[in-house]
């Protein structure tokens, strides 16, 4: 962890030539000098004063300001890392008072981003990409130790440590982190959600796979869900704006903040795919952003759904990118309209 932040620090410094951080200074050039590689960055006697010429990895003020800017703006979830914007001293275009883990966060996931939008390709990945196999083994062994360990002493009380806010354990549909407001939608919209509800509730399942006429179910035989189901929920909704579930947090778009954002969404679907008569199946990951969350009241059990915006991702919403490996997603490019709904399990 200490390797990891110092290297960061180290490269970080060296990008924006922070004095004391950078380590490309009149010693490293000299040090070329001595062993007579890189000509072109040795140190240069004009006049009065010593010049150093600029490497490929020298940033002008420009490009400092590019790469400060938008390491400022990052907007993550909730406990994901620090403010950045916090971080950052705009008068001396250098990153203060970071932890450990932000510069772990910044080394993982944001230095690529930040660096993709200033240099090239090949000076990108000779910096972050070193080595990728020992990171690897090393990244594999600790989250399988970490992962052990918090499973076996999933039961014993914690010292220092505050407890997991998003454990939901004793609820699997998750709990709401804000009171609840009711309200009466339109009966077209009120449909959908209902049908979504249906046609995703395992108990269904079964039914609607089933033709028509294989179905001769006994009236006893239906289960008391399929039953309550059947009869549809309440008139009235009850709306939040937050809710935990799956171990996250998820906020409307309307409640997010202006450092942290929690109304991105995912969901895993299965998708059918005919070519020349023959009929296959994949999995793909839709993304959108979460507009407003329902919790229906069928009696016997409240279901939370999640009525979000969906990108359109076969008209070039979501793209990846095989370089860093980062799923890009275009908000302005929305589609799936008739099918805004999932369940809150499913985010």
Not at 86 to 101: A, N, P, T, V, Y
Not at 181 to 187: G, L, P, Q, V, W
Not at 200 to 219: G, M
Not at 235 to 244: D, G, L, M, P
Request: hydrophobic fraction near 35%.
């Amino acid at each position: 962890m200490h390797v990891e932040k110092n290297v960061c620090e180290s490269l970080v410094g060296t990008l924006l030539n922070v004095p004391g951080k950078t380590k490309d200074g009149m010693n490293a050039r000299l040090d070329l000098a001595e062993l007579g590689i890189k000509l072109e960055l040795f140190a240069r006697q004009e006049e009065d004063k010593t010049t150093l010429p600029p490497a490929g990895y020298t940033l002008t003020n420009a490009e400092k300001d590019i790469f400060c800017e938008m390491l400022s703006n990052i907007r993550v979830p909730q406990g994901y890392c620090s403010n950045f914007s916090s971080l950052f001293s705009q008068k001396d275009r250098k990153l203060i008072g970071l932890k450990s883990h932000d510069y772990h966060m910044l080394m993982q996931e944001f230095l690529p981003i930040a660096i993709l939008l200033i240099m090239h390709l090949p000076i990108r990945y000779a910096i972050i990409r070193n080595r990728p196999e020992g990171c690897i083994a090393e990244e594999t062994i600790a989250k399988e130790t970490i992962e052990f360990f918090s499973e076996y002493h999933k039961t014993m009380k914690t010292i220092g440590i505050p407890p997991d806010k998003h454990v939901t354990n004793e609820n699997e549909d998750g709990k709401p982190l804000s009171a609840g407001k009711s309200s009466e939608i339109s009966r077209e919209v009120f449909q959908k959600a209902h049908l979504y509800v249906i046609q995703n509730t395992d108990e269904i399942v079964p039914y609607i796979e089933l033709r028509e006429r294989e179905l001769a179910i006994s009236k006893d035989s239906v289960s008391e869900i399929v039953r309550w189901i059947s009869y549809g929920p309440h008139a009235t909704i009850v709306k939040y704006v937050a809710y935990n579930i799956n171990r996250y947090t998820f906020r409307m778009k309307s409640n997010d903040g202006i450092v942290y954002q929690n109304s991105g969404v995912s969901v895993e679907a299965v998708d059918l795919h005919i070519s020349k008569e023959v009929a296959t199946t994949r999995k793909a990951f839709y993304y959108g952003v979460l507009q407003e969350i329902w919790v229906l009241d069928y009696r016997f059990r409240q279901i939370p759904l999640f009525k979000c915006d969906w990108v359109n991702h076969k008209a070039g919403g979501v793209k990846h990118d095989p370089n860093l490996g980062y799923t890009l997603v275009d908000l302005n490019s929305l589609g799936h309209k008739d099918d805004p709904f999932i369940l809150a399990s499913q985010a």
